[in-house]
């Protein structure tokens, strides 16, 4: 499927840029108000999973979890965040997967690049957002990252992806 | 080269060294994880005949098979020809044989040569077909207890059931919790790197008075999102098992913790009896099947972590079982595998799942703390800073038990517990007398 316009193309590659950054500048609060109130945050474990309630999963957050997980970032005592974790998105080949009535699904490849205290990580994945209009811009439904690893070990995940 | 290992344990202190020497940690494969038992699998990883699943065992990759027959089966995954690996690593079925992908040797699932290609080359020469050796080594031993495969690498040593002592209640607990009495793994496996050796992990697992320190990030940032809520709200289940690390250390003290021979134990939780819907609903299907007494009995049993040293620790209440894998001395992998209690509803086990996702996941909001404070242990310990590793918190006030000893939540006990087995394994004299240690009455 293809993006109506140039205007719809633009209009939804700045959401998922204006995302990215929100994330890589530590904006929690802004980034959690871009969600629905029952949107879901979700990093499947394994390839293809097509349930996060019987399975689990790398992430598999609500509000209620994404809350919890910004407010232990920004403790003074975040023992693990002592130096925090820093981040930078690449986001490509942003495609347009569904469009329905005030809603639609975007495809797109990340790449992040992650490093803490002595380490820096890749991840690179498949990102769908599945996306609701509401009256000030979208709203994020489902974003679930397909991790091209996800079913490696890992060390700690501390940030969202 | 000879490694100077006595005086390195003492009844109630370590010499850093125990953690961070690579020779060391070699020998523990030889010694240790070569003699005891060590937790392989569960049988429901391997329903079907064909069926197998792969892992190590110390530094020997295994492969755990089930047999036409129906029996499970724990060999090296090794083909006796060349020395490939036989199956990939990971599980899958094998079909009704197992097929070397080198050249084509193919074994019966217990093991057993089935046939190789060009036969007549083989005659009139010294390799003997017949010969046990050209079958899949099999490991020295392999027992299972009520459905959980252990296995163990030396012909010697105490059967399974004596091995497991009083740890073994809490695997019964495990399954007896679900109400058809059988337990199986389900929803995936997680997996952790720890940049630490591996019984620094293990002496975490009781140490009480860690969770008000280490973990003051997430239990205030679950206090928080509580107290954000319209007041009289209760407290969702996501934030009753992360804000419960916040509870001072009078909580923890009136835990009563227990050691066994051989390194085990585990925790005493209090018992509270949940009142959720979730819980509600799983408790009135073990009443179904089991009464309304025998229910109470089950899951008065009310564990924390429970340590079978030195391959794994089980959670009876959020059936799951964290398998250790040392990798080296400096790094170790956890897996995290989740269990299905048969005929519980199907929210007990997305309940078992929430858990693992928010405690023990890669992306755990309370173990990335954990994880920090065993790093910076083990890069401490390798530092000139000083030699001995304290065990000394309640040492010598632990009461005796059959095949152990018990001790308030706060003791260091489990420590002490775990390098007393920790010394028999390596044929270290710890210069304790005979009662002190081991704390045995029969």
């Known amino acids: 499927m293809n993006f109506r316009d140039w205007n719809e193309q633009q209009d939804l590659t700045q959401f998922l840029h204006h995302e990215a950054r929100l994330l890589d500048e530590h904006r929690w609060d802004e980034w959690q108000k871009l969600f629905t109130p029952d949107g879901l945050y979700w990093v499947p474990l394994v390839h293809g999973q097509v349930d996060h309630l019987n399975h689990a999963s790398l992430f598999c957050e609500d509000a209620l979890l994404r809350s919890m997980r910004a407010r232990r970032l920004e403790q003074a005592r975040a023992y693990s965040q002592q130096p925090p974790t820093r981040t930078v998105h690449v986001l490509g080949n942003i495609a347009l997967e569904s469009r329905d009535d005030g809603c639609c699904t975007v495809r797109s490849t990340l790449l992040l690049l992650e490093w803490r205290k002595t380490e820096q990580r890749t991840f690179g994945g498949s990102v769908l957002h599945t996306l609701r209009r509401a009256d000030d811009g979208w709203r994020i439904q489902t974003k679930r990252v397909d991790l091209v690893n996800c079913d490696a070990p890992h060390e700690a995940l501390q940030v969202f992806m | ?442």
């Open chain 2, 1 to 442: 080269m000879t490694i100077e290992l006595q005086g390195l344990v003492q009844p109630d202190r370590v010499h850093k060294r125990v953690y961070t020497d690579p020779a060391i940690f070699e020998l523990e494969m030889d010694r240790v994880f070569g003699q005891a038992w060590l937790y392989v699998g569960h049988e429901s990883q391997v329903p079907k005949p064909g069926d197998y699943c792969t892992t190590r065992l110390g530094r020997e990759p295994v492969v755990m098979v089930r047999h036409t027959d129906g029996q499970v089966h724990v060999m090296f995954n090794r083909c006796p020809h060349k020395g490939a690996k036989l199956v990939p690593d990971g599980s899958g079925s094998a079909g009704k044989f197992l097929r070397c992908l080198y050249h084509g040797w193919t074994f019966k699932c217990d093991g057993s040569l089935l046939s190789v290609p060009l036969r007549s080359g083989y005659e009139c020469t010294a390799l003997d077909l017949k010969d046990p050796q050209y079958g899949v080594r099999k490991v020295a031993r392999v027992a299972t207890y009520r459905g959980f495969v252990f296995a163990s690498l030396s012909e010697d040593g105490p059967e399974l059931k004596e091995f497991l002592g009083g740890a073994a209640t809490s695997l019964d607990n495990f399954c007896d919790r679900a109400p058809e009495g059988e337990v199986e793994v389900a929803g995936g496996v997680q997996r952790v790197i720890q940049r630490n050796n591996w019984k620094i992990f293990f002496e975490n697992l009781h140490d009480t008075i860690h969770a008000v320190a280490t973990h003051e990030s997430s239990w205030r940032a679950a206090k928080e999102e509580h107290e954000a809520m319209p007041a009289g709200t209760p407290k969702p289940f996501e934030v009753v098992i992360v804000d419960g690390n916040g509870e001072p250390l009078e909580f923890w003290e009136k835990l009563e913790l227990k050691g066994y021979d051989h390194g085990h134990g585990f925790m005493e939780g209090i018992f509270v009896p949940p009142t959720d819907p979730v819980s509600l609903a799983y408790v009135a299907s073990l009443e179904a099947s089991q009464g309304a007494v025998r229910a109470d009995e089950i899951l008065r049993v009310n564990r924390h972590n429970t340590i079978v040293y030195p391959s794994c620790s089980p959670h009876t209440s959020f059936q799951q079982i964290r398998v250790i894998r040392p990798l080296s001395v400096d790094r170790t992998l956890v897996e995290i595998f989740s269990f299905r209690l048969k005929g519980a509803p199907e929210a007990t086990f997305q309940r078992t799942l929430k858990y693992t996702n928010i405690v023990n996941s890669p992306s755990s909001n309370v173990m990335p703390d954990d994880l920090e404070a065993y790093n910076r242990v083990q890069e401490g310990l390798g530092s000139d800073g000083g030699d001995w590793v304290s065990m000394h918190r309640a040492a010598g006030r632990d009461q005796p038990l059959p095949g152990g000893r018990a001790s308030n939540g706060n003791s260091e006990m489990p420590s002490r517990n775990m390098f007393a087995a920790w010394a028999g394994y390596m044929g270290v004299d710890t210069g304790a007398k005979t009662n002190e240690l081991a704390g045995s009455v029969e």
